[in-house]
């Protein structure tokens, strides 16, 4: 009796892999793209490149640049009922912990802390905070653990898995899109969009969105991928890890994502950059799998890895002294008068 239930374990497990593998050849679903700034329908291809992180099909995609605004884009990008493939049970954003992550992870959560923490210090004791695309809920945990204890703390994601590992944890998240938030969700005096709005395919639409549920003065803190760092213009022909086929769908600069805020109605408090090492990493991990190169150097050159994840830090600070940091970083406000809008330079 052992020995067959051991023969059917197996039996499940091959078929399980077979499962795996058949999943990985078949092509995705896709549809066709277009800028969320403006309607001109010229664009020139700008990068060609596969899924080099997670393998989810062998799809080759293509980001392309407007010709008339500037917006780097994902042309033809995977329809909303293939996101679970997109993002699969082991993508780093549903379970980002220090037993996976090691080392990795608690730098980055003493580091996030103090620049979430330095964006709340004007909040009252009672403010409501909103994180979109929250993921596991990291941030948040962040501001339970080391912010004001009083403050409501929220998240929302459009995945089911990350809704249930915030909500494990005892977090308030909402499921599916912000715009399909309650009426009680309202009145918030800061969201975060922290590496959310590049996932997004409508850039202008959220951004409208979260205007209209925050308070008169509320805040909107957006971190995205900088499509003008110096990693960008050495690897942007094909493995750039900003890119982070298929699933970064807009990519901005200064230019594009000042005009974005304009356009949905938010004054911008400030646009700057930040220092960070993963996309020089991920660059070069991209490079190392489409050349072949052996597994034990790729994972050299992952979220895991702390040795790369310092040495590039040390660029990474070199690089924020030129202004060219790795990340966008953009504070925008919603105007006190009511309909007011535009954009402040800084």
């Not at 892999?17 to 066709?32: G, H, V």
């Not at 977090?171 to 599916?176: A, I, R, T």
């Not at 395919?201 to 925050?214: G, Q």
Request: one cysteine or more; proline letters at 5%; aromatic letters at 10%.
């Amino acid at each position: 009796m052992r020995g067959s239930h051991d023969d059917h374990m197996e039996q499940v497990k091959a078929t399980s892999l077979a499962s795996r593998q058949d999943d990985r050849a078949a092509k995705l679903q896709m549809e066709t793209a277009s800028c969320c700034l403006c309607p001109s329908p010229k664009e020139v291809p700008l990068a060609s490149g596969e899924d080099f992180e997670y393998r989810v099909s062998p799809d080759v995609f293509v980001a392309v640049r407007c010709m008339a605004c500037g917006m780097i884009f994902l042309k033809y990008r995977p329809v909303l009922s293939e996101l679970g493939r997109v993002y699969p049970p082991s993508y780093h954003a549903f379970n980002f912990s220090a037993e996976r992550f090691g080392l990795a992870y608690s730098i980055r959560q003493r580091l996030e802390a103090r620049r979430l923490l330095a964006h709340c210090r004007d909040l009252s004791p009672d403010a409501r905070i909103l994180d979109v695309g929250c993921g596991d809920g990291f941030h948040l945990k962040l501001l339970r653990r080391f912010g004001e204890p009083t403050w409501r703390l929220e998240g929302v994601d459009a995945s089911e898995r990350a809704v249930a590992a915030g909500r494990e944890t005892g977090l308030q998240v909402y499921g599916g899109p912000v715009e399909q938030l309650p009426e009680s969700a309202t009145g918030y005096d800061l969201v975060l969009l922290i590496a959310t709005i590049e996932h997004v395919s409508s850039p202008l639409e959220i951004l409208t969105a979260i205007r209209a549920r925050l308070r008169p003065g509320g805040r909107v803190l957006i971190v995205t991928d900088n499509a003008g760092s110096w990693s960008f213009r050495l690897f942007r022909r094909r493995y750039w890890g900003g890119y982070h086929f298929p699933r970064h769908w807009y990519l901005f600069t200064h230019q594009t994502l000042r005009a974005l805020a304009s356009r949905a109605g938010f004054e911008v408090e400030c646009l700057s950059t930040m220092m960070s090492p993963v996309n020089w990493v991920y660059s070069i991990h991209n490079a190392l799998v489409d050349w072949n190169a052996p597994r034990w150097l790729v994972n050299r050159f992952t979220l895991s890895s702390t040795f790369s994840l310092a040495a590039f830090t040390l660029l990474g600070l070199l690089q924020q002294a030129f202004g060219r940091g790795e990340l966008l970083h953009a504070v925008l406000r919603r105007p006190q008068a009511t309909g007011g809008s535009g954009s402040s330079a800084t």
